[in-house]
């Protein structure tokens, strides 16, 4: 079995395909799950997932093991590639859609944001991932990473800071500035 190293050489050296197939398999129920966790929507991260692959394989030759594992290499990719999308026009057409469908569904019933106690329980929530997302990409790209890397890659905040070569409090400051801001626009009458 091949070290993901020999198979990048591989794809590098003469676009191997079979490299390239057994590298993408390695990774893709992992990055899968990753960006479903972010947009709750199978559909959605099926296609995100295959974009990212697409990317990563047409930009290999950028990838520069000396800077970082391939595993860390492939996640910046995808969360670049959901940032992305949630900036999207695409993105905000399926939002108005979807609203559109919703209101008709309830006539009118006032169906709003559920109230949790718990950030954790209003990400898991489906349909609160699009709003806390939106919310987000309004950030700069440092903050969303640290968003990211906390909530969806689990990192430390020693971690983060040490991978954004940032002081460890300055990362602890963004990201509660963040949940503050989310927990205020998920849930505005909440004091």
Not at 3 to 8: F, W
Not at 85 to 106: N, P, V
Not at 125 to 153: A, L, P, T, Y
Request: neutral net charge; proline residues 2%.
């Amino acid at each position: 079995m091949y070290s993901d190293e020999q198979l990048i050489r591989k794809i590098k050296r003469n676009q191997n395909r079979d490299a390239a197939d057994e590298l993408i398999r390695r990774y893709y129920k992992e990055i899968y799950a990753y960006v479903y966790r972010q947009t709750g929507n199978m559909d959605m991260a099926m296609d995100l997932t295959q974009d990212i692959f697409i990317s990563i394989l047409q930009g290999m030759n950028s990838f520069d093991e000396r800077k970082a594992q391939f595993r860390t290499w492939t996640y910046h990719v995808a969360a670049n590639k959901i940032t992305d999308y949630y900036r999207s026009r695409e993105h905000k057409r399926k939002q108005i859609e979807t609203a559109l469908l919703l209101e008709e569904a309830d006539s009118g019933s006032g169906a709003g944001w559920p109230e949790e106690d718990s950030l954790l329980e209003i990400i898991i929530n489906r349909e609160s991932i699009r709003h806390i997302m939106e919310i987000v990409v309004g950030f700069d790209g440092d903050w969303i990473k640290i968003f990211q890397k906390k909530c969806f890659e689990e990192q430390t905040f020693a971690e983060i800071a040490a991978l954004m070569k940032l002081p460890e409090n300055t990362v602890k400051t963004r990201f509660y500035s963040m949940i503050r801001k989310i927990k205020k626009e998920v849930n505005p009458n909440e004091n």
